[in-house]
């Protein structure tokens, strides 16, 4: 009875509850938002159905947002009574949505507004999983039980960005979704199809379109990203509160997608077929992905975990775990263009990859790091894809490369003059080189994980990129093997081909050395060792000092920036004692050579004379640490970066401090620096006559 009295008083007060449910969003619109909705007519229609008639919505002093002709609800009665409106039914016929972009104003933006300056960081009672779980449930209290819209039309203008998606018609009938949409008017014709099944958290839709793919050109314009693809599928099975976290499970797949993004591969990247079955957990402070989730590409599957722990530190978790599992299947899932050099690979035997990263804001020199990729006995490659890993076993023609254009052909063999067969280089450079750039160069497979651990810890701190944890064989695999572009997807080309190249012993650890030296760039057009003792000092490669070795190990990272070391008599700027003593010093303690007191030859080192007239007195001074990036080795302690003469003194300290060398004497030159250019100029002049 008192259930009964309860309809029949929600049943006659349904006009005056309306009343106020709908005056309390106008206010709310306005308050909150700055929007300024006009309804022209509004009531009830049925029992529970209302309709309105010519709704705008304009954001104060903005362009016009929305206009519907006519739209009709159907709200549940409960709820209503209780201040909240949850639809069961909803039609639309004839809307506009205008969206406009003038300058860095537009009329929707509102929907970035926040309520208040509050976060996580300093507000530490914000749930994440309630907020998570009212978020969710209030989005899809929208999705009604049965639809229909005809004739929405949604529009987009930016400067000369514009584009419009026209829903035809879209529909809800027992659960099943159809719908027809316009983009740009008949560019192409997209559906969305499936089941919906808000009440009980359930969604399986699917996007295509007719005889073409499903393509987005304002992305492009924008952000400089291709995306179109043939289908991509969602389904959420649950979403639910369970103790103190909000679950969510469902699959996401796609089909023939492809993907041009310059930061992440040069061409374009066709996926096509991956997938997704996920189960995502939003804790109080966390949001994670649960490791029980599986991606799979083609046949291959890994399991992955991730975690963001917010607060005032953050912590960051990742997880990969590929089981054992087919190695030719693995191969055939890498997306076309992404891997060009490994496209039509042939291998047998099983593979294993572990991944294992942990980082807590607060103490970055903590984290953890570990890269683990392993093959049964019996794996073994059969016949290489696009390029011939063992290529670098006899003589072959390396073309280095400066912004993107190559700059000449250099044989890496006997027939080249230049060409330093390995027991022909001294032993002062190798060692000193391995010192300086890879110590464990002869006793690891392709990787050092603590120099790659190292260098997060070191990056993270500076947020930026400041050093990498390449080694010579990821050096060498980059210059030989691949592009020069720095992509994500050449980095892990890079790595999967030096794991190939190592563990399956495709060449030798003295003949990759040998290439090495003989490849690496060491100045202005100067490639290989041969070139390079020749061009500084005028004497073959064998006969280099130890001195002489230092110093060249000391310009690999930024070779064009060599001759910025030397003074115009042909000796060494005395900045250079610090790196000498620590880099000999190494070298003594690791039994290469003698102890010495002098500075391990600096002062022993003389550019050759016909190279001394490019040195013109200067007024400027080396700067600063010149930090790795992923393209040099563990050490470079390299000094290049040249500062005006008013911080010389300042510098002085600087270099004294870091080094233990000799403080710079000050320059007392009164030459402007149009002068020093100049007498450049002539000397460089008169090198050429």
Known sequence: MLFLIGITIAFNKRQSLLDAAIAKAIKKAKTDYDLNVKINSYGFSGLSKVHFQNVSIVPDQKDTLAKINDLEVGVKLFPLIFGSVKISELAIHKALVFLIKKDSISNYDFLFKRKNKDTLDNNPKVDLSELANKLLNQALDKIPDDMDIKDFLITYNQDTTHFSLLTESATITNGNVNSTIKYNKNQAVWHVAGTANPSKQQLDLKLFADNKKVEFPYLDRKFGLKLNFDTVRTVMRSAEKSGDRFE??????????????????????????????????????????????????GKAQFNPYIKLTLGKNKIYELKVNAYDQNAQDIFDAFPKG????????????????????????????????SSDLNGTNDFKILKFGKTNFQKINAPFTYTPYEKGKPVRDIVI?????????????????????????????????????????????????????????????????????????????RKIEEILIVWLIENQHLTSKSRMYEVYLNIIE???????????????????????????????????????????????????????????????GLMARRGYIEQDSSNYGFYGVKLKESLRKQIAPSDYVPDSLQAEDEDNGFFNLNIFKTIKKDTIEKRETFLKKIFGGEALKKDTSTKSAKEIRQERRRRRQEGNN
């Not at 930061?263 to 402070?285: T, Y």
């Not at 006997?414 to 032993?427: E, H, K, L």
């Not at 990272?557 to 030397?566: D, G, V």
Request: glycine share 8%; charged share 15%; proline share 5%.
């Open 413 to 489: 063999g006997p027939s080249n003059p230049n060409f330093v067969p390995f027991d022909q280089i001294s032993s002062n450079i190798k060692n000193a080189l391995l010192t300086s750039e890879d110590p464990s160069f002869f006793s690891h497979h392709g990787f050092v994980e603590e120099s790659i651990r190292q260098s997060i810890a070191t990056n993270f701190k500076a947020k930026s990129f400041k050093r990498g944890g390449s080694t010579i064989s990821m050096q060498l695999v980059k210059n030989v093997y691949l592009n020069r572009q720095k992509t994500l997807a």
């Open 248 to 297: 969510i499970e469902g699959s996401w797949s796609v089909s023939n997608l492809l993907i041009n993004q310059p930061r992440i591969a040069s061409n374009d990247v066709i996926i096509k077929n991956g997938s997704i079955d996920a189960k995502i957990l939003i804790g109080p402070n966390y949001v994670a992905l649960d490791s029980s989730s599986i991606v799979s590409l």
């Open 338 to 369: 992404l891997f060009e050099s490994l496209e039509g690979i042939k291998v047998q035997g099983n593979l294993q990859y572990a991944l294992n990263f942990y980082l807590d804001s607060s103490k970055p020199d903590r984290v953890v790091f």
């Open 522 to 584: 060491w100045g202005r057009n100067v490639y290989g060792i041969g070139e390079a003792s020749h061009y500084y000092f005028g004497k073959n490669a064998s006969d280099l000092t130890v001195g002489e070795s230092i110093y060249l190990a000391h310009i690999v990272p930024k070779p064009k920036s060599s001759l910025y070391c030397w003074q115009p008599n042909g000796s060494l700027k005395s900045y250079l004692t610090g790196y000498f003593n620590m880099i000999g």
